[in-house]
């Protein structure tokens, strides 16, 4: 400040100027900051830019580049506020009104370079820590949660400028919200525990987008779309069923998309009595073997399992390599059995019985 008066001094006793000490303060204050600005972006564009595209990165590149004019703005209101304060008759309303103009400047910039680490973050945190589905969930929650947290400081800071006291209002304000959650958590229950059931999902990965899913009562379908109140199932007749995330959350799902696509398929043969059981058994395993969406590794098996009325029965294990195939192979491998039984001349017993009538004397 001393140095802006000194220049006034001096300029009043070189040339004369009859111009009030007080605006001639204010004029020279706002040129020196206009002429600060200009030497910012003269400075980055000159010098800093070129430093920046030498390094390996490109995000000091882009950061310069969004700051650049953001920050010669802000120094321009600097010394709009810093010059108006020479001025004996300026209204406080100009005052606040351009503190809230450098505040809003100084939390853009904070915030664009806040965005920009976080954006960079992110694509870290899908290439190296874990596959997209679950980022697809839990990313989006976390950017608007730090938004709010974002904005509630940035109102806060502009109620301090404005000259609102903070603490006196987030008491009250605390009282009502105690008075008003009270009431509002009989009103709202099912809904928080469908919102808390469906942050339960998403964290625990219970299941993702594209998955296939079995629930309780039978229903099975892929799912599109996880949200924080309800999940969106398409079912095998292209029917959407909406459930509640709070129903979810407690009840037994089997998802088949989990560890992995491979799933085991169970069929169960029944052949005639007196077929030749390891006969059978290399039948069925040769029918199997080779034949294309099954598996060799884990290898198939076939058990005896059960001495039936009509028929010598025996249950099936082979993997497959997706599971939203296995309507498709079990057809598949159904024939190539039925085809290699009747090869090796293996019969296929129906329900028979037999009626043996006495004759009396």
């Keep these: 400040m001393q140095l802006g008066e000194t220049i006034s001094a001096l300029i009043q006793q070189q040339f004369n100027v009859l111009v009030p000490a007080d605006f001639l303060n204010a004029a020279i204050l706002f040129v020196g900051f206009l002429i600060l600005a200009r030497l910012a972006i003269f400075v980055n564009e000159t ?26 703005v802000l120094l321009v209101f600097i010394g709009f506020r810093l010059a108006i304060k020479y001025l004996p008759t300026v209204p406080q309303l100009v005052f606040d009104i351009t503190e809230t103009i450098i505040v809003l400047l100084i939390f853009g910039v904070i915030f664009s370079i806040t965005r920009l680490f976080m954006g960079l973050l992110e694509k870290r945190w899908e290439e190296n820590v874990t596959s997209a589905p679950l980022d697809e969930e839990v990313l989006p929650l976390v950017r608007s949660f730090a938004n709010v947290v974002w904005i ?3 109102i806060t800071v502009l109620l301090s400028v404005w000259g609102v006291k903070i603490k006196p209002l987030l008491t009250s304000l605390g009282i009502a919200g105690g008075l008003v959650g009270l009431a509002a958590s009989f009103a709202l229950k099912d809904t928080l525990a469908n919102v808390f059931g469906g942050m339960s999902l998403i964290l625990d990965r219970t299941f993702s987008v594209h998955d296939f899913i079995e629930l309780e009562d039978g229903k099975m379908g892929t799912i599109i779309d996880i949200g924080l109140r309800s999940t969106k199932i398409r079912t095998y007749e292209n029917k959407v069923i ?3 995330n709070g129903v979810l959350s407690n ?22 009595y007196g077929s030749d059981l390891n006969k059978t058994t290399e039948a069925i395993l040769d029918a199997l073997k080779g034949l294309e969406g099954v598996l060799e590794h884990p290898k198939a098996e076939v058990h005896f399992i059960k001495m039936n ?15 939203r195939n296995r309507w498709a192979m079990e057809n598949k491998a159904m024939r190539a059995i039925h085809k ?12 028979t019985r037999t009626v043996y009538q006495y004759k009396g004397k």
């Design 47 to 72: 010098y800093l830019l070129k430093i920046a595209k030498k390094t390996k990165t490109t995000v000091d590149d882009i950061i310069l580049r969004k700051v650049e004019k953001p920050i010669a």
């Design 152 to 154: 509630f400081i940035m």
């Design 242 to 244: 909406i459930v509640p």
């Design 251 to 272: 009840s037994q799902i089997i998802n088949y998309a989990k560890p992995n696509n491979v799933i085991r398929q169970i069929a169960q043969i029944g052949v005639a």
């Design 309 to 323: 009325e009509y028929s010598l029965d025996f249950r099936v294990l082979y993997y497959i390599e997706h599971y």
């Design 340 to 351: 290699s039984l009747l090869k090796n001349k293996i019969k296929i017993p129906f329900p």
